[in-house]
């Protein structure tokens, strides 16, 4: 990556980065407009963050609390508020932890994965319905160049974080 103070042609590169950045605060607006619409109504009193922490439940499987709110960035209060929700409506358990039994790891239930799931579908139908008349190709590009920023981004604050 080029130097922004000893190269010139790094202010081509930041003016690139900055229309990336536009068109994904867009991206990240028009997401956060249209998610309520996508995911289908869960149990009364489930939130967003729940279906996050959901997510990372059957994605990752069984996690400490303090794990959850560090994957998602939350505190743990918030995060226990939430599991407290998921275990109420049968969608997450609590389990001893297999190496420290004082301590409780939680799990997604089958009905859990079965609302993941559907969730899943839906998000599924959601977005190919409005890429239907997007080439087999550029859905592949897209797929692709998304795939490589995450993982720069993700390569580059895992190594950055001052943990």
């Not at 994605?59 to 505190?75: C, F, I, N, V, Y």
Request: proline share 3%; charged share 25%; hydrophobic share 40%.
């Amino acid at each position: 990556m080029a130097n922004v103070a000893s190269d010139p042609s790094a202010t081509t590169e930041l003016e690139g980065a900055d229309l990336l950045g536009a068109q994904l605060v867009r991206l990240m607006r028009a997401i956060g407009r249209t998610k309520h619409r996508v995911i289908k109504s869960g149990p009364d009193g489930l939130e967003q963050l729940a279906y996050a922490v959901l997510f990372c439940l059957v994605h990752d499987g069984p996690q400490r609390t303090g794990k959850l709110a560090e994957s998602l960035h939350a505190e743990i209060s918030t995060i226990s508020r939430q599991t407290r929700t998921l275990v109420g409506h049968g969608l997450v358990e609590r389990r001893a932890d297999p190496i420290d039994g004082r301590a409780c790891v939680l799990k997604a239930t089958e009905e859990g994965e079965r609302v993941f799931a559907e969730n899943r579908r839906l998000r599924n139908v959601w977005l190919a319905g409005f890429l239907a008349d997007w080439s087999a190709a550029d859905r592949s590009t897209l797929t692709q160049l998304l795939e490589r920023l995450v993982s720069d981004i993700e390569r580059t604050t895992t190594t950055t974080d001052p943990k």
